[in-house]
C-alpha cells in the first residue's frame, strides 16, 4: 500500500526533530527564553501527531505508544536507539489489536518501512 507523502513527512518530522527546528532557531533560542519552550511544544505536538493514529490499536496498546513515540523521536541522529525502538515497537505489536493489524493505518505502515529498512542496513544486509 502506497503511503501518503503527509504521512511520510510526519514520519520524518519525528526520526529528525526537524519540525522542532522550523519554529526556533539557536539565535533565536539564546536571545529569547521562550524559544526553547516553544522548541520543546513543537516537539510534543510533533509526537501527539504521530501518536494519534496508534491509538486505534485499542485499550491494550495504550501504555505502549508514549515510550514508542518518544524513542523513534531523533532516531536519525543516534541510531544507537535501533535496539530500543525495535523493542518499544515489538511491544506495542504485541499489545495491538488483531484489527488494528489487519488494517493498520498509513503511520504505522511507515513506522513499519522505516525500522525494516534500517534494521536491514544495521544488519550488513
Keep these: ?3 501518503p507523502v503527509s504521512v511520510q513527512a510526519k514520519i520524518y518530522t519525528v526520526l529528525t526533530r526537524n519540525g522542532a527546528a522550523t519554529h526556533a532557531t539557536p539565535q533565536v533560542a539564546t536571545a529569547n527564553a521562550d524559544a526553547r519552550a516553544t522548541i520543546l511544544q513543537a516537539l ?5 501527531w ?9 485499550p491494550g496498546a495504550e501504555a505502549a505508544i508514549p515510550p ?14 535501533l535496539p530500543t525502538v525495535i523493542t518499544n515497537y515489538n511491544v506495542f505489536v504485541e499489545s495491538a489489536s488483531a484489527s488494528f493489524l489487519a488494517d493498520p493505518p498509513p503511520e504505522f505502515l511507515a513506522m513499519h518501512a522505516v525500522l525494516a529498512k534500517l534494521t536491514a542496513a544495521a544488519a550488513g544486509k
Design 50 to 58: 504521530l501518536s494519534a493514529p496508534l491509538a486505534a490499536a485499542g
Design 1 to 3: 500500500m502506497p503511503i
Design 44 to 48: 510534543t505536538y510533533n509526537l501527539d
Design 68 to 81: 514508542l513515540v518518544r524513542s523513534l523521536s531523533g532516531l536519525a541522529d543516534n541510531l544507537d536507539w
